[in-house]
């Protein structure tokens, strides 16, 4: 028996030609991609969509792609070569930030991520929104004292780049 429930489907809000909606990806069919006012609406509409597709492969005596499965064998452990110049440079750069060098790594990474999956885009749209503002609607703020966070891309380093700091 056919269970779409098992399949990846996943729902974003996001801006599509204009208009806000949710939009349902299947990740086993990369062509599936459904459009609606609600995150319920819009994995619904995925979930027809992959019981519609799945009964039109029966009738035409095609197989279904099967789900993919979760690797839950992550350990979150990994073992990296590099070459000693780039050990060196990063342990160094590490030692200035007074962070280890696994968390240095670990920061990058998660900065490449969240640049690779959005997390830019968020922040310039924040920007322009801001920069939408007149002054007088910053008249009765009053800053707060907090630390910034430093933000790091590896690329300067791969490239012999100045040092650029690191969040952490």
Same mark, same amino acid.
């Given at each position: ?23 349902? $990806?299947? $990740?086993? #069919? ?13 994995? #619904?509409?995925?979930?027809? /969509? #992959? ?10 005596? *095609? ?20 070459? *000693? &110049? ?17 968390? #240095? ?10 640049? *690779? ?7 310039? &749209? ?5 920069? &939408? ?16 966070? $430093?933000?790091? /891309?590896? $690329? ?13």
């Amino acid at each position: 028996m056919f269970d779409a429930g098992l399949y990846n489907i996943t729902v974003r809000k996001g801006n599509f030609d204009g208009e806000v909606f949710f939009e349902a $990806k299947v $990740k086993e #069919l990369p062509d599936v991609a459904e459009y609606a006012d609600s995150y319920e609406e819009a994995y #619904l509409l995925a979930i027809d /969509s #992959l019981e519609t597709t799945a009964e039109a492969l029966a009738e035409q005596g *095609k197989v279904m792609p099967s789900p993919i499965l979760e690797n839950d064998d992550f350990s979150g452990r990994i073992t990296l070569r590099m070459p *000693k &110049s780039i050990h060196a440079a990063l342990s160094s750069w590490s030692d200035s930030e007074d962070i280890s060098l696994n968390q #240095l790594l670990v920061n990058c990474l998660a900065f490449t991520l969240g640049e *690779k999956f959005g997390v830019t885009r968020t922040i310039h &749209s924040i920007k322009s929104s801001i920069g &939408s503002l007149n002054q007088t609607d910053f008249m009765n703020v009053q800053p707060k004292r907090q630390q910034v966070a $430093k933000i790091v /891309s590896i $690329k300067p380093i791969m490239e012999g780049a100045t040092e650029q700091r690191c969040y952490g």
